[in-house]
């Protein structure tokens, strides 16, 4: 079984992830604070749950200035394994244009009687959109 992939909970754990991720992408706003819509383009195997910003598509980050800077996203759920998870994404700017995008998993706790899935590591990038 891939890790986080059972379906009946895939909803549950996108709309989880989500609210725990919102907050944690923004950066402080400046007078010269410029929005970016970001796309993820990565890899995704079937029926994997990823805990990520991008679950529902393109994000909205605010950067302090016109320049990109390097981000880490943390989203943290529970999942139907019996475990909690951290999923930690890192987005390194190439250019002016474009990150390096690379995703992480750490099990930070399960039940005794816990079964964890397996970890979904993957890479790709995230492009400006607008």
Same mark, same amino acid.
């Given at each position: ?11 549950? @754990?996108? =709309? ?5 991720? *919102? ?7 400046? #007078?010269?604070? +410029? /929005?970016?819509?970001?796309? @993820?383009? =990565? ?5 994997? *749950? ?7 598509? #393109?994000?909205? +980050? /605010? ?68």
């Amino acid at each position: 079984m891939d890790a986080l992939s059972t379906p009946v909970f895939r909803s549950f @754990l996108v =709309a989880a992830a989500a609210m725990t991720s *919102i907050g944690a992408y923004k950066v402080a706003t400046h #007078d010269s604070s +410029v /929005t970016h819509r970001l796309s @993820l383009h =990565a890899r995704m195997l079937p029926n994997a *749950i990823y805990l990520s910003a991008f679950s529902d598509g #393109d994000i909205d +980050v /605010t950067f302090p200035d016109s320049h990109l800077h390097a981000l880490t996203i943390s989203t943290r759920a529970r999942v139907a394994d019996g475990c909690r998870w951290l999923g930690t994404e890192k987005l390194t700017p190439m250019n002016d244009q474009t990150f390096y995008y690379e995703y992480s998993e750490t099990i930070l706790e399960c039940d005794a009687d816990a079964t964890p899935w397996f970890k979904t590591p993957r890479t790709g990038t995230v492009t400006v959109v607008q």
